[in-house]
Nanobody, 119 residues
Framework: VPLMESGGGLVHSGGSLRLSCAASGFNLDYYAIGWFRQAPGKEREGVSC????????YYEDSVKGRFTISRDNAEDTVYLQMNNLKPEDTARYYCAATPRGVTGPYDYWGQGTQVTVSS
């Protein structure tokens, strides 16, 4: 698996977590990276993404102002800083990479990291 997520955990509502997506065996510089999440019984949804070209970022409406995506190409790592977490943010979070634009399709996926927000 060329991508590995970390940083998930259990936090109280209002808390923060920082997720990391690390690449193994390939250079993230040339890939757009997306963060997705899937809660039990729900479809997977896109949360945020960052382009490879100019670092443009995009956010799903419910996370705007609370989540921040960033990339450190020197470390081949993309981060998702999540602040003011809410119980509805509870899900398994996945990162994915595509050599195309942020709309994908995404070719490489990690195995995910669980985020649980208690009320």
């Amino acid at each position: 698996v060329p991508l590995m997520e970390s940083g998930g955990g259990l936090v109280h509502s209002g808390g923060s977590l920082r997720l990391s997506c690390a690449a193994s065996g390939f250079n993230l510089d040339y890939y757009a990276i997306g963060w997705f999440r899937q809660a039990p019984g729900k479809e997977r949804e896109g949360v945020s993404c960052i382009s490879s070209s100019d670092g443009s970022t995009y956010y799903e409406d419910s996370v705007k102002g609370r989540f921040t995506i960033s990339r450190d190409n020197a470390e081949d790592t993309v981060y998702l800083q999540m602040n003011n977490l809410k119980p509805e943010d509870t899900a398994r979070y996945y990162c994915a990479a595509t050599p195309r634009g942020v709309t994908g399709p995404y070719d490489y996926w990690g195995q995910g990291t669980q985020v649980t927000v208690s009320s």
